[in-house]
């Protein structure tokens, strides 16, 4: 176990944002973590790589992060694999490995920022996959009882970047393996309209040609956080009433809409951002990233402070012009 003191998150937040944690603990097992945890100065922050969360000041406590990176695989029939991988594995790794060795399903997901760990708490999703597509079950240590506990992906409560995780039990527990189901059989996903047109025509495809695709759409839309701190999306695409999906599209017949679960409708959130005049804005040192704009950026020297100051002025003009509300996906802490 490394553990550290008055320690900078700097590196880890790809926002870029400097703040201190009081202590920093990294660990190499469930054991590990196990008897570590009772003598911790609480609160407990469990991070991954830092994307897809938001420091507004020093975090006054222990920050956890995962070393655990083993990669194993536990079946293996013709109609499928399961792999269990230790929550600290870069997740993209992690893809590379599953494209490189035959196995299908998690090449629509490459690229991502993130560790496995976060994958299972998200629901990471992109270009016409899911996570939980491919998840299988989770394995995670309570973070109160010290036990460890395994949930089938049905119990984990999955939906759109959420799960019981981010919701019901927020931070009980830490995620420690994740087992993910591949498919020896190779079929590729196109139902992202980008990805359909790209290779319209094609007659042989690949899962390499897939993920070099999905790496060049990110490039093309996506600010590399080592270059402009971001977190991704800031923003989850909003889901609202079928009857004032119906009333914005009268009167804004090309906004994006899309079939959502029980009746809903989604709403494309970077659509309604360049609607209500965001895209590209600055407020002090953070802004709305151009190619992109539910993406916020960290124009440099930015503080959380900032970058909420900006997400809120944006949550206000959304709703000011269109009566919807935004929310966002990343996590602030303080
Ligand atoms: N759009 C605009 N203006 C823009 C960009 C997009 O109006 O400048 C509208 C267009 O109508 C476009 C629609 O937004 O068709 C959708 O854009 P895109 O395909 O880029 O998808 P998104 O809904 O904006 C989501 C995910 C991304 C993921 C992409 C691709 C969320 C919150 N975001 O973005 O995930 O890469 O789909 O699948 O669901 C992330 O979570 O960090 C992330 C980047």
Same mark, same amino acid.
């Given at each position: 176990m490394n553990s550290s003191s008055n320690y900078s998150l700097k590196p880890h937040n790809t926002f870029g944002l400097d703040v201190?944690?009081?202590?920093?603990?990294?660990?190499?097992?469930?054991?590990?973590?196990?008897?570590?945890?009772?003598?911790?100065?609480?609160?407990?922050?469990?991070?991954?790589?830092?994307?897809?969360?938001?420091?507004?000041?020093d975090f006054h406590g222990t920050v956890l992060h995962s070393r655990i990176l083993n990669l194993e695989i536990v079946?293996?029939?013709?109609?499928?694999?399961?792999?269990?991988?230790?929550?600290?594995?870069?997740?993209?790794?992690?893809?590379?490995?599953?494209?490189?060795?035959?196995?299908?399903? %998690?090449?629509? *997901? /490459?690229?991502?920022?993130?560790?496995?760990?976060a994958s299972a708490v998200q629901n990471i999703g992109a270009y016409g996959a899911e996570a939980k597509d491919i998840i299988e079950r989770v394995e995670v240590l309570d973070a109160l009882s010290l036990e460890r506990?395994?949930?089938?992906?049905s119990e984990c409560g999955y939906g759109y970047r959420t799960s019981i995780f981010k919701q019901t039990q927020f931070r009980k527990y830490f995620v420690t393996h994740v087992v993910y189901r591949l498919s020896r059989q190779w079929k590729p996903n196109l139902s992202y309209a980008g990805l359909a047109k790209q290779f319209e025509g094609k007659a042989e495809l690949s899962a390499a040609d897939i993920r070099s695709a999905v790496m060049?759409?990110?490039?093309?839309?996506?600010?590399?956080p080592k270059v402009l701190g971001n977190a991704g999306s800031f923003f989850v695409n909003p889901v609202v009433?079928?009857?004032? %999906?119906?009333? *914005? /599209?009268?009167?804004?017949?090309?906004?994006?809409?899309?079939p959502a679960a029980d009746g809903k409708v989604k709403l494309s959130a970077a659509w309604l951002i360049e609607h209500a005049g965001w895209?590209?804005?600055?407020?002090?040192?953070?802004?709305?990233?151009?190619?992109?704009?539910?993406?916020?950026?960290?124009?440099?020297?930015?503080?959380?402070?900032?970058?909420?100051r900006l997400a809120v002025a944006i949550i206000q003009d959304v709703y000011d012009t269109f009566g919807v509300e935004?929310?966002?996906?990343?996590?602030?802490i303080g």
């Open positions: 201190t944690a009081d202590n920093f603990v990294e660990y190499q097992s469930v054991e590990e973590l196990r008897e570590a945890i009772p003598g911790l100065q609480k609160p407990m922050l469990h991070i991954g790589q830092g994307s897809n969360i938001l420091f507004c000041g079946d293996d029939r013709p109609e499928g694999v399961s792999v269990r991988v230790g929550s600290g594995m870069v997740w993209d790794d992690f893809v590379a490995w599953c494209v490189t060795n035959g196995l299908y399903g %998690a090449e629509n *997901l /490459s690229g991502i920022p993130g560790e496995v760990g506990r395994c949930f089938d992906a060049a759409l990110r490039d093309s839309k996506l600010p590399d009433s079928d009857m004032l %999906a119906s009333t *914005l /599209s009268l009167l804004y017949p090309d906004m994006p809409q899309y895209k590209g804005a600055d407020l002090g040192p953070a802004g709305v990233y151009e190619k992109q704009p539910l993406v916020l950026v960290n124009r440099g020297g930015a503080t959380g402070e900032d970058i909420v935004l929310h966002p996906e990343v996590n602030k």
